[in-house]
């Protein structure tokens, strides 16, 4: 009888510790590579951007509309990148071209240099890039013509990061 009762009980309160243990193990994983990441290169990070009166995120992600991280996972979304193939056409290829260096640069692998927020707020904002970040400032320099807003809804900027991201693979 006694048994009959304990046996599950005692099955019950070893599922318990497993998932009690789990629990804590993943956490305190999560927790460290958390940490690691903030602390070490944040640091550095926030130095660095410091110098250009930028903060660690915006060295990072540019400066202009785009504030937070977008949700972008690791597949392409075939039909928004289509339809901002068709953007970049109109709007971009007087002065962009896929694979070379033309009016501006060429644009495959921008994802790979730099982060999509980065891209967006170039779209978004290129002025205001071109005149605070670092990185923006030297292709100024380097291309030695600004790059102007085209007149670009967030929405459609996010079509044509998708395009970008597509013919980057
Ligand atoms: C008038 C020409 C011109 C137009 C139009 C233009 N760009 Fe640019 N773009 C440039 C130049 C030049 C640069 C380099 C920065 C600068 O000099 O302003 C640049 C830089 C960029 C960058 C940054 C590249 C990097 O490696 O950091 C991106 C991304 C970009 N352009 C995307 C676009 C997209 C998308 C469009 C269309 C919505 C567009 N550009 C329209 C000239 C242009």
Not at 57 to 84: H, R, T
Not at 112 to 141: G, S
Not at 149 to 165: G, P
């Amino acid at each position: 009888m006694l048994n009959v009762v304990s046996a599950p009980i005692q099955s019950v309160k070893k599922l318990l510790a497993a998932l009690t243990l789990s629990v804590v193990f993943i956490s305190a994983c999560s927790d460290n590579s958390g940490n690691q990441n903030t602390s070490s290169s944040n640091s550095d990070l926030e130095a660095k951007a410091g110098k250009f009166g930028l903060t660690a995120w915006e060295y990072e992600n540019g400066v202009g509309p785009i504030k937070q991280k977008l949700n972008i996972g690791n597949s392409i979304d075939e039909v928004m990148a289509k339809s901002g193939e068709q953007i970049f056409e109109t709007k971009c290829m007087a002065c962009h071209k896929i694979d070379e260096r033309y009016v501006g640069p060429a644009l495959k692998g921008v994802v790979e240099r730099r982060t999509p927020e980065y891209v967006m707020n170039m779209i978004l904002d290129p002025a205001d890039m071109t005149q605070k970040h670092p990185e923006a400032k030297k292709m100024l320099a380097q291309y030695a013509t600004q790059m102007t807003f085209q007149n670009v809804s967030q929405e459609d900027a996010r079509k044509i990061l998708e395009y970008l991201r597509s013919v980057s693979k």
